[in-house]
């Protein structure tokens, strides 16, 4: 496995997995053995993308979680996991500041995903049609509404979010965080929903509008 730690790195088609992947545990593996399944549908090469850091460190010190490995422990597991590139972005002031759909396109500029993993308490899939479809917890405490189905019921299967299929949005980008969820649709227009004490004040500014607030 190749190992960046710069955050440097370029790929012409890749299966990217994103998260802290902290102690690598079996909800990790399991997005893990789904990035292999889709390298061997695409042949692209599996990068997880994670930052050196837990953001939180510097974002808010006081609520930073406690982690249960080191950055070499997890490079050690990801590469037991089957992974062919470890790729740790620093999360400095600069990253922090950035809007989200600058990383997000950096990502997609670097890397060229052919497929994208992720998952924590909520999980959203975007059809080829445009429409975004969720399922996971709707209601904790930390993600509240993060399904974006407007309550904070759980949701077993994938459910369409249904105020942008009503309205007719297409979605071109999706980014899901840990408590909220962004969703860039072909004109432009930014959507928003989930718990938002955890987003940096520039970030709403950005939000222009939102199929559910809290």
Same mark, same amino acid.
């Given at each position: 496995?190749?190992?960046?730690?710069?955050?440097?790195?370029?790929?012409?088609?890749?299966?990217?997995?994103?998260?802290?992947?902290?102690?690598?545990?079996?909800?990790?593996?399991?997005?893990?053995?789904?990035?292999?399944?889709?390298?061997?549908?695409?042949?692209?090469?599996?990068?997880?993308?994670?930052?050196?850091?837990?953001?939180?460190?510097?974002?808010?010190?006081?609520?930073?979680?406690?982690?249960?490995?080191?950055?070499?422990?997890?490079?050690?597991?990801?590469?037991?996991?089957?992974?062919?590139?470890?790729?740790?972005?620093?999360?400095?002031?600069?990253?922090?500041?950035?809007?989200?759909?600058?990383?997000?396109?950096?990502?997609?500029?670097?890397?060229?995903? &052919?497929?994208?993993?992720? @998952?924590?308490?909520?999980?959203? +899939? !975007?059809?080829?049609? %445009?429409?975004?479809?969720? $399922? #996971?917890?709707?209601?904790?405490?930390?993600?509240?509404?993060?399904?974006?189905?407007?309550?904070?019921?759980?949701?077993?299967?994938?459910?369409?979010?249904?105020?942008?299929?009503?309205?007719?949005?297409?979605? &071109?980008?999706?980014?899901? @965080?840990?408590?909220?969820?962004? +969703? !860039?649709?072909?004109? %432009?227009?930014?959507?928003? $929903? #989930?718990?938002?004490?955890?987003?940096?004040?520039?970030?709403?500014?950005?939000?222009?509008?939102?199929?559910?607030?809290?």
């Amino acid at each position: 496995m190749k190992v960046i730690l710069n955050g440097k790195h370029r790929e012409e088609s890749s299966v990217l997995a994103l998260g802290m992947f902290d102690g690598v545990h079996i909800g990790h593996q399991v997005l893990l053995e789904r990035a292999r399944t889709l390298h061997l549908r695409y042949g692209a090469p599996v990068v997880v993308c994670t930052f050196a850091r837990h953001p939180m460190e510097l974002i808010a010190p006081e609520k930073a979680p406690r982690l249960l490995t080191t950055l070499e422990e997890r490079i050690s597991l990801i590469s037991h996991a089957g992974a062919d590139v470890f790729l740790a972005m620093p999360f400095d002031e600069q990253m922090r500041d950035q809007p989200p759909e600058c990383y997000v396109g950096e990502l997609v500029r670097r890397l060229h995903p &052919k497929a994208i993993v992720c @998952g924590y308490n909520h999980t959203a +899939a !975007l059809s080829d049609e %445009g429409y975004v479809f969720t $399922w #996971g917890s709707g209601g904790t405490m930390f993600n509240a509404g993060a399904l974006g189905h407007g309550d904070k019921e759980h949701q077993a299967t994938p459910v369409v979010v249904d105020y942008l299929y009503d309205n007719g949005i297409k979605i &071109k980008k999706l980014c899901s @965080g840990c408590h909220f969820m962004l +969703a !860039l649709a072909e004109n %432009g227009d930014l959507y928003s $929903w #989930g718990r938002g004490e955890y987003v940096p004040p520039h970030f709403t500014a950005l939000m222009r509008r939102a199929p559910w607030q809290r």
